[in-house]
């Protein structure tokens, strides 16, 4: 059994999750499911979560305690950094209030908090500015929290960008996208890599429905096996997380990839059986 990947879904409250009256077999969250309940629901079917809201804003620190407070003691939560920092201020000094702010907030969280996802834009392109803007923003980044930078241009594809982030303990994020081609990825990730890895499977965001398996990609996801089989041979922890596009419905892909990897699947069944305890 691979223990050291923790593997969950990129965000919990998706009404699609819920399960209709009249379904034949559970969807996800049992029927009837509030909003308020989605968080301590899914913390019993999956051990970490990423959390897309930070993107948009820093969140109010009773927001991160009610998070604490709804799931159990060893949940782990990775949290996106502010566009505000990445998209807005393009990672320069502009945005360091905000940053300041982010990382005091998310220290609430404690062993609770997982990693910080670094999205850069696809216009982010590697010139002499941004590469120089990544320079400097590096060392600005505390070191006591983890982060995971992903690029969604392909001219960071260099062992270079990847080791000025190891300089840093900084990862660079492993995605099953179309902006950087794998094999690129996985040569970053060799040439240099901090104590973790962190993973995020994408797709083609065509999909307007998201509580069933739309689209399998079960022999993409056998060799995913492998590689964090082998990422764990190397790092103390991996952080992976799906997305609704990747197959159409994010809880299944991340049960596909616990059975892989020999990890205990909670069943949507299962979750019907009592009420959420946190």
């Not at 509030?34 to 804003?57: N, P, Q």
């Not at 960071?156 to 990847?162: D, F, K, M």
């Not at 950087?180 to 240099?192: I, P, Y």
Request: proline share 6%; net charge neutral; with cysteine.
């Amino acid at each position: 059994m691979t223990t050291c990947a923790h593997i969950g879904c990129q965000g919990w409250n998706y009404d699609d999750w819920v399960t209709p009256p009249a379904a034949l077999a559970p969807v996800f969250y049992p029927h009837g499911t509030r909003a308020a309940d989605m968080l301590g629901t899914y913390a019993r079917a999956f051990e970490t979560v990423e959390v897309d809201s930070t993107f948009y804003a820093v969140p109010a620190a009773s927001t991160i305690d009610l998070w604490a407070q709804r799931t159990p003691q060893d949940f782990i939560f990775s949290l996106k950094l502010p566009q505000a920092i990445t998209h807005e201020a393009g990672l320069r000094a502009g945005g360091d209030e905000i940053l300041n702010e982010f990382c005091t907030t998310a220290r609430r969280l404690g062993e609770r908090l997982g990693a910080v996802l670094v999205q850069l834009p696809p216009q982010f392109e590697a010139t002499t500015e941004t590469v120089a803007a990544l320079k400097r923003f590096l060392p600005r980044l505390p070191r006591d929290l983890r982060f995971a930078v992903e690029f969604r241009h392909g001219s960071w594809a260099a062992n270079e960008i990847a080791e000025l982030l190891a300089q840093h303990n900084v990862a660079v994020a492993l995605v099953e996208g179309q902006w950087l081609a794998r094999r690129a990825l996985w040569q970053m990730v060799a040439a240099a890599a901090p104590q973790f890895a962190y993973v995020r499977w994408m797709g083609a965001r065509d999909l307007t429905r998201f509580d069933v398996e739309q689209r399998p990609r079960d022999e993409n996801l056998a060799l995913w096996r492998e590689a964090i089989t082998r990422l764990c041979a190397r790092v103390s922890t991996v952080y992976a997380y799906f997305s609704n596009y990747y197959e159409g419905h994010a809880p299944a892909s991340a049960n596909k990839l616990k059975r892989l990897l020999s990890q205990r699947v909670v069943m949507p069944a299962e979750l019907a059986d009592q009420p959420s305890l946190f």
